[in-house]
């Protein structure tokens, strides 16, 4: 089944401690992105990738850093967490720029930042 | 349409009425648009997309109109359902610098009555 793949599904934290939040997609695609989703904000992106190696920034960087080592996987870490980054993240990937097509989404991780 | 604060627009319909929800764009370059639906503690979900040569297309009780004079969307779903209830939010991208990169709106709810 074609899927993109987050984990965890839900993680509380402290503030400061370093986490990883893993996503992986079996599409063969070369688009990648995360996103954040806030109340009345809709989705945010933080960044994205357009192929191995090849990392960019969205609209809301700061706190985050991402890695594309492998086509398959998407890493998003947060080095030092903070209460604001409290919300539910969204990896997504897409088959192939520069052409459109339908972006695919994780099932989301609800982090919570104590 | 689409959110301009802090809560989501709502809509409220009968089972078995049909509905019809709005999106604004801003880029008038965007050349393709999608429709997506995201249930409560689920990523988004693809429903339809349109692309800017085409002022209609439909789906499975879906239709999307694309009005680009106006910039504006609409998704009309035919015969409403409580399975329909849902987030539901448009996203448009076009090539900028070579690639696709989508811009999601904040979404509309909409709340299926049985």
């Known amino acids: 089944e074609a899927q993109v793949t987050q984990n965890p599904r839900y993680l509380i934290t402290v503030t400061g401690k370093k986490l990883t939040v893993t996503c992986s997609q079996n599409?063969?695609?070369?688009?990648m992105s995360w996103y954040r989703q806030d109340p009345g904000l809709g989705l945010r992106q933080i960044y994205y990738s357009m192929n191995v190696e090849v990392t960019d920034k969205g609209d809301v960087p700061e706190g985050y850093k991402v890695s594309r080592k492998e086509k398959r996987n998407f890493p998003l870490i947060l080095e030092s967490p903070s209460p604001n980054q409290t919300s539910l993240y969204f990896c997504?990937?897409?088959?192939?720029?520069?052409?459109?097509?339908?972006?695919?989404f994780g099932q989301g991780t609800r982090l919570t930042v104590v | 349409g689409e959110s301009v604060g802090l809560h989501l627009p709502t809509l409220s319909v009968q089972e078995g009425d049909n509905s019809i929800i709005n999106c604004a764009y801003s880029n008038s370059a965007s050349d393709y648009f999608i429709w997506y639906k995201q249930e409560s503690g689920k990523g988004p979900q693809f429903i339809i997309d349109i692309r800017s040569n085409m002022d209609k297309r439909q789906g499975q009780r879906v239709t999307v109109l694309l009005n680009k004079t106006v910039k504006h969307l609409s998704l009309q779903i035919a015969a409403t359902q409580p399975g329909d209830s849902a987030v539901y939010f448009c996203a448009e991208s076009g090539a900028s610098g070579g690639s696709y990169i989508p811009t999601f709106g904040r979404g509309t709810s909409l709340i299926v009555h049985p």
């Open positions: 599409m063969n695609h070369e688009y």
């Open positions: 997504a990937s897409s088959f192939s720029l520069p052409f459109p097509d339908v972006t695919f």
